[in-house]
Structures are given as C-alpha cells and as structure tokens.
C-alpha cells in the first residue's frame, strides 16, 4: 500500500469571480478594455499591469483558474511587444511595452472573466435583467452550451475509433482521411443535436409570439449581487487609476 504524506492536501477556494454573475464578469472586461486603450503612456499601463497581477489571482482563488490558459496570452503579448520594437524608429521599447501591455491589460482579464461565465446564467441575466426578447437569448445559449461541448463530443469520437481499430496514424493519407470522417461524424451530431433542440424549444413556445400582459417565466433568479457591485467597482477603479497616471503631465 502506498504511504500517505503527512502533508493535508490544499482544497480549492472560491475567490470572486466565482460569486459574480456574468454581467458584472462582461462589464469589468470592458471597463479595462477601457481604460487600456484610453492610456496614452506607458506607465499608466504599468501601474494597471501590477494592480491586476495582484488583484486577479485573488479574485479567481486557490485552484479556481487553469493558469495555462494564459500561455497564448502570453506568447501574444510577445509577439505585439517584439513586432512593434522591430518596426519603430530607432527601436524604441517604450513603444513596445506601451502597445504589449495594453494588449495585455484586456486580453488577460478578459480570458480569466470569461472562464467563469457560464451559458445558463448568461442567458438568465440577458432576458431577466436587460430585458432582451427570449428567442435570441435562448438560441445563443444553446449555441455556447452547443460550443463547449465540441471538445468533448471530439474526445468521445477518438475513443470510440480508437476501440473499433478505425484509427490508424502510421500512414499521413489515413490520418487524414480519419480526421475527415470524424470531423464529418462530429458535423452529423452537432446538426441532429440542433434538430432535437429546436423540437424541445418548440415545445416550450419560444416561437410562437408573446401575448401582451403575460409575463414570460424563468427557473431561476437573476440577481445582482454585492460581489458583482465589488467587482465592477474595482475594474472601474483599476482603469480609471491606469488612465490618470497615464495622463502626460503639463
């Protein structure tokens, strides 16, 4: 048998983001998309840079976020900064910085935002709260929901050609050839699984109009939260702080 460390294992902690409904997770992306791109100089983007290096591991909690969704953002954050030292005058990297951070400022937060919104409350929010017709609302949920589930349904077709002996990688022409049929079989299943869809919201009469007077129900509340009002508030703060250090002195 194997031994136990005597060390307890650390259970993940929800931190902020977790507690935030997606309109505040939306609005704070674009409150520092905002304020990255109002931000003449350079060291307002450095000031914004620390404050959200401290504030967002914070707010996503011990285990909330998979940091190595943030390797593209990274490489894209080098590649803007690279790009821009090669090709301004006398290479200048102040020029550089200034365009990988603001780059950085709103892409960052924005992949780190978007990891917590989930499509069932994003559509709550969107009908209950702005008040948008049902129809949309709906088929774009589907749609997000339809969407995260690819990589899974993309998963169980590798296995399952896998167990039957379908997939075989030693000859360049049958991998091909497999990745087309399962891309094809994926295409099948995305489209049947539309069809059903559309049966079920047809059922529960999305397409027929509204009657006037008749209030359409939902399952469940679409709150606005303290954590939504922190949240928003600190991205507000946070830009608005990177645009006044920004601001060239007279």
């Given amino acids: 048998m194997r031994k136990s460390s005597g060390r307890p294992r650390r259970r993940p902690t929800a931190g902020l983001l977790a507690s935030c409904g997606p309109l505040s997770l939306l609005g704070g992306s674009f409150a520092l998309m ?14 914004g840079a620390l404050l959200l290096a ?8 011990r285990g909330g976020f998979p940091w190595r969704r943030m390797i593209p953002a990274g490489l894209a954050v080098a590649s803007v900064t690279w790009s821009n030292w090669l090709l301004a005058a006398q290479h200048s990297w102040a020029v550089a910085a200034t365009a ?7 892409v960052v937060p924005g992949i780190v935002f978007a990891a917590f919104v989930r499509p069932a409350d994003l559509g709550d929010h969107l009908a209950q709260r702005l008040r948008l017709p049902a129809r949309p609302v709906v088929a ?23 167990v039957r002996g379908l997939q075989d990688r030693r000859s360049p022409i049958r991998a091909i050839t497999g990745f087309a049929e399962q891309a094809l079989a994926l295409l099948v299943g995305a489209l049947r699984d539309a069809a059903q869809t559309a049966i079920a919201v047809e059922a529960r ?3 027929r109009p509204q009657r006037t007077g008749v209030p359409r129900t939902w399952a469940r509340p679409a709150p606005w939260t303290r954590a939504d009002t922190t949240l928003l508030g600190c991205c507000v703060g946070v830009a608005a702080l990177t645009i006044a250090v920004g601001l060239p002195l007279r």
């Fill in 205 to 207: 009469g999305f397409s």
């Fill in 140 to 162: 774009g949920v589907v749609a997000l929901q339809r969407f995260d589930r690819l990589g899974q349904d993309w998963a169980d077709l590798s296995d399952a050609r896998r």
């Fill in 100 to 106: 990988g951070l603001r780059i950085g400022l709103f």
């Fill in 34 to 47: 905002a304020g990255a791109l109002a931000t003449p100089r350079v060291w307002g983007l450095i000031v």
């Fill in 54 to 61: 401290v504030l967002v591991p914070l707010w996503c909690g």
